[in-house]
């Protein structure tokens, strides 16, 4: 079965420092890994995705991530926060056979000014 | 702005009530998407289209019926809902279905309360 860990319900940074905010997965085969950030009442966008390739990632936003094959992690990173990037995120995996994404419970990111 | 539209952004009913979601998308995406989503909590998927063909039901209760009217449309209709269903109701849509390399490209949603 497919499944995605996101162990923090709640991350806080400081502005302009480095973010991270983690997830793991399980998944047979291939994973097709991929973050997405919500904000307040609005849907989940798109950030990035690992399919195959390089194991650091760059999306959108500043944001990148890094695939980890050995320790089943894909977290999401950014060099310096912002206070606008404070929101939802979500982690989520794909197998490469099926039509269903499984998303983690996801992390409430809080910028702090 | 998302190019996934839906429509209404809010929704008050009655128990009673018959209404209708509705979501549009121009991308030429073949696979549509309804997920619910309770608040602070990951989206749960509900229905998948491939093709404008249901492919995925996930044990939905029947009050909500899905409806695929062409590749660029589709709707929720819903019927003698519940207070607990009260939930942002989240329209998706990717490329293809397979092969699953394709991110999910999700609309702003309808706020559904149910009185």
């Known amino acids: 079965a497919q499944s995605v860990a996101q162990p923090e319900d709640q991350v806080n940074v400081a502005e302009g420092n480095p973010l991270t905010v983690k997830c793991t997965y399980s998944?047979?085969?291939?994973?097709?890994l991929f973050w997405y950030v919500q904000y307040p009442n609005r849907g989940l966008q798109f950030l990035l995705k690992?399919?195959?390739?390089?194991?650091l990632v760059k999306g959108s936003y500043g944001f990148e991530a890094e695939f980890n094959k050995s320790q089943t992690s894909f977290h999401l990173k950014k060099p310096s926060a912002l206070v606008s990037d404070s929101a939802l995120y979500f982690c989520?995996?794909?197998?490469?056979?099926?039509?269903?994404?499984?998303f983690g419970t996801g992390t409430s990111l809080t910028v702090i000014p | 702005d998302t190019e996934v539209t839906q429509t209404p952004k809010h929704l008050v009913m009655g128990m009673t009530n018959k209404k209708s979601l509705k979501c549009e998308q121009h991308?030429?995406?073949?696979?549509m998407y309804w997920y619910k989503q309770k608040a602070k909590k990951p989206p749960e998927l509900m229905f998948v289209?491939?093709?404008?063909?249901?492919?995925i039901n996930e044990s939905v209760p029947s009050r909500f019926s899905p409806e695929c009217p062409n590749s660029s449309l589709l709707n929720l209709h819903l019927h003698a809902l519940q207070p607990e269903d009260s939930a942002l109701y989240l329209c998706?849509?990717?490329?293809?279905?397979?092969?699953?390399?394709?991110?999910?490209?999700f609309g702003n949603g309808t706020r559904l309360t149910v009185t």
């Open positions: 998706a849509s990717s490329p293809t279905p397979i092969p699953g390399n394709s991110p999910l490209h």
């Open positions: 998944v047979s085969g291939n994973p097709y």
């Open positions: 690992y399919i195959t390739g390089d194991n």
């Open positions: 989520a995996v794909r197998d490469g056979t099926g039509n269903q994404f499984y």
């Open positions: 991308m030429g995406h073949r696979a």
């Open positions: 289209y491939s093709y404008e063909k249901l492919s």
